[in-house]
């Protein structure tokens, strides 16, 4: 206030006197702005050199000392590809010294700042990978009759499609504890994965209802009911279950797209609708969707818009067609 109260009387006093203050505040200004640019220019000058000795000293070996370098540093350099080879020393460090929390937090920066680089995707993909590794054995280690070591190692098997060996690990883990949420819903998959029997729909349907009993709650296990109800044309019990899948989980595509399929088979149009316009809107890409949301539309008479998923439809169908192709020419 009293250097605005001051420069008002100087105004006041003297036009000569004002012109000569404006042009000293000018200049006061314009070297204020430049000592802030010079300060911005010398800061990131002094990251980029803290984080090159930081990549330096992880490159010696000498992780304890470069992550603090590193983490300081590297925020304030302006070099982008620098930045990119500062946040991959500190992921490195981090893993090598055993600090998991320093190695996420570099990589949860790096994917913020730079999501599509190939060096932050491509270690992104090693680091977790060996995160989870980790992680397993030291489940392994510490607790190897738990039922969290038992249920790895199943689905470390189920994944090799070692299906037996993997049931029998499930089994062993309900006999621990019959109520673990997931594993009849797993035995139930395993059953559908292995060579069909005539009666594979009904061990597998027994499976995902018991785990309905223990979690009333699993979209995925609603889901398949409705495709084994579906497969056997047991129209009015596939509704159900695709109605719960979809009720359970809002972004499940599938359950929204069955749904309408078994309304369209009982020939109630104006219910499949509206799931089935859902089911489109989650998976745009699926021809399947386009195609029965046009049958829906037709037996209705809405032929203007029937005409139109057809048209989606055919889109779709050579788009799935040309990624295809492409796949074929990526040499093996």
């Not at 605005?4 to 204020?32: D, E, H, P, Y």
């Not at 470069?66 to 080879?85: E, G, H, N, R």
Request: proline share 4%; aromatic share 6%; net charge neutral.
């Amino acid at each position: 206030m009293r250097q605005a109260s001051t420069l008002a009387c100087l105004i006041f006093m003297s036009r000569f006197m004002n012109r000569f203050l404006l042009l000293a505040l000018t200049l006061g200004i314009l070297a204020g702005s430049g000592r802030a640019q010079s300060g911005t220019r010398a800061a990131a000058t002094d990251g980029s050199s803290a984080a090159q000795r930081g990549i330096g000293l992880v490159d010696e070996g000498r992780c304890q000392e470069a992550l603090p370098v590193l983490k300081k540093a590297t925020p304030l350099t302006s070099d982008k590809q620098l930045k990119i080879k500062a946040g991959l020393a500190m992921v490195r460090c981090g893993l090598q010294s055993n600090q998991t929390e320093a190695a996420v937090n570099a990589l949860l920066w790096l994917n913020r700042e730079f999501p599509t680089d190939p060096d932050v995707l491509y270690v992104t993909t090693h680091a977790f990978s060996d995160l989870s590794t980790r992680a397993a054995l030291q489940l392994a280690t510490s607790a190897p009759l738990s039922t969290q070591a038992r249920e790895l190692n199943a689905e470390s098997l189920e994944s090799q499609g070692k299906w037996d060996e993997a049931a029998a690990q499930y089994n062993l883990i309900l006999k621990q504890q019959p109520d673990v949420q997931g594993i009849h819903y797993r035995l139930g998959r395993i059953i559908l994965s292995k060579p069909a029997t005539p009666t594979t729909a009904d061990e597998a349907r027994s499976e995902f209802q018991a785990e309905l009993r223990i979690n009333p709650h699993n979209a995925g296990a609603e889901y398949v009911l409705g495709e084994l109800s579906r497969q056997a044309q047991q129209w009015e019990d596939a509704i159900e279950h695709f109605s719960r899948a979809a009720s359970l989980d809002a972004s499940f595509a599938d359950a929204f797209l069955g749904l309408g399929f078994a309304l369209n088979s009982v020939s109630r149009y104006a219910e499949a609708i509206p799931p089935l316009q859902r089911g489109v809107k989650l998976q745009p890409e699926n021809p399947t969707g386009h195609y029965q949301l046009a049958v829906a539309y037709n037996g209705v008479g809405r032929k203007e818009d029937a005409k139109l998923e057809v048209r989606l439809q055919k889109e779709a169908e050579e788009k799935i067609e040309q990624a295809r192709q492409k796949a074929s020419e990526v040499p093996q």
